[in-house]
């Protein structure tokens, strides 16, 4: 295993990129169930309330794409809420991620300015 690619396993892989500026989590598996909740919660036979809102915003005629952003900022705030957005980790997983991060972290070097001059 390189640590160019590194993960941690468990009911969510985390897998940790590093780039020559930054170390980027990805949480492919958390976007995956997050699409699987917000699909859902459209598909309730029970409750179609988000399903009839979505409909109606995409049924609305704006004069500008300003008009109607409420509607779809609050439908956007009610499917997130519904939505999953944690990562559960393993007192060992958080560990092990957290000394991944921080030996990814090490090896990252930020240019320095060379010259302040140039600084604005």
Not at 2 to 7: G, K, Q, S, V
Not at 41 to 51: N, S
Not at 98 to 114: C, E, F, G, N, Y
């Amino acid at each position: 295993m390189t640590y160019d690619e590194t993960h941690s396993t468990g009911p969510i892989p985390v897998y940790v990129r590093i780039t020559p500026a930054a170390i980027v989590l990805d949480l492919e598996e958390l976007s995956r169930l997050v699409v699987g909740d917000v699909v859902d919660a459209l598909l309730d036979p029970e409750d179609t309330t988000l399903w009839d809102r979505l409909h109606e915003l995409a049924d609305t005629e704006r004069a500008t794409p300003e008009e109607g952003r409420l509607p779809y900022e609050e439908l956007v705030g009610d499917l997130t809420d519904r939505a999953s957005s944690r990562v559960p980790l393993t007192p060992g997983r958080a560990r092990d991620l957290a000394a991944t991060l921080r030996m990814l972290a090490d090896r990252l070097t930020i240019p320095r300015q060379q010259d302040g001059r140039w600084a604005a």
